[in-house]
C-alpha cells in the first residue's frame, strides 16, 4: 500500500472495503462535537464525524493509491481558508436536514470543480452544495420534527459557528458503512 495512507492494527482490509471514496474536512474543536452530539440526537443509530465533503462519495476508476496522489496534490496547493456555518436547511428532494454556509461556500465550490477531474471524476447525483449533514434517509414523517428540533438547537448553539478549513482527509466505506480515513492532507497556509 502506498506510504501516504493511514494504516493501524483495527483497519479493515482493503479487499472488504467498498469502491466508495470521499475528500472531507472534519469540523474540528466544540463546534465539530456540537454537530456530532446533535446528528446523534436527531439519528440516534448514526456514528457521526461533523464534516463537509469536498468530493462526496465516488466510485473510483483508478487505483485508491492515484487517486489519493491528486487529492494530495491538489489540497497541498490550495491555501486555507475560513468556513462560516449560517442556518439549518432541508434539501427538497433527499429530505436531507443540513447546515448551510456562508463564507467558505465558494472556495469549497471552486475546490470541488478543481479536484472533480481525472482520477478523481465522478458523474455526480446532484450538483454540488456544500454543506454540513444533520440527518439522512428519516422516515418521511420525522423529517419535520427533526427539522424544528435541529433549528431550536442550532440557535441555542453559543459557540462560534466558523473554522479553518485547514486539512482535508480522504476517506473509503466499508460494508457496515463505516468510512474509514486513509490519508490526511494540510492545505497551504496563507
Request: charged letters at 20%; glycine letters at 6%.
Amino acid at each position: 500500500m502506498h506510504p501516504d495512507l493511514m494504516e493501524g492494527p483495527s483497519r479493515i482490509p482493503p479487499d472488504q472495503r467498498l469502491n466508495v471514496f470521499a475528500l472531507v474536512m472534519y469540523i474540528p474543536g466544540a463546534l465539530g462535537i456540537f454537530l456530532d452530539d446533535l446528528r446523534r440526537e436527531l439519528a440516534p443509530h448514526c456514528n457521526p464525524h461533523a464534516h463537509v465533503s469536498v468530493l462526496p462519495p465516488r466510485s473510483l476508476a483508478v487505483t485508491c493509491e492515484a487517486a489519493s496522489e491528486q487529492a494530495r496534490a491538489l489540497t497541498e496547493s490550495w491555501p486555507a481558508f475560513e468556513v462560516e456555518l449560517t442556518g439549518v436547511e432541508v434539501f427538497p428532494v433527499t429530505e436531507v436536514i443540513y447546515i448551510g454556509l456562508g463564507a467558505g461556500a465558494g472556495e469549497l465550490r471552486r475546490m470541488h470543480a478543481a479536484m472533480s477531474t481525472g482520477a478523481l471524476e465522478f458523474p455526480e447525483p446532484f450538483p454540488y452544495h456544500p454543506h454540513i449533514t444533520l440527518a439522512q434517509e428519516l422516515p418521511h414523517e420525522q423529517v419535520a420534527a427533526a427539522d424544528e428540533l435541529a433549528r431550536r438547537r442550532w440557535r441555542e448553539f453559543a459557540g462560534a459557528r466558523r473554522f479553518q478549513a485547514a486539512k482535508a482527509t480522504f476517506v473509503q466505506n466499508t460494508p457496515g458503512n463505516c468510512w474509514l480515513d486513509l490519508a490526511e492532507y494540510a492545505l497551504r497556509k496563507t
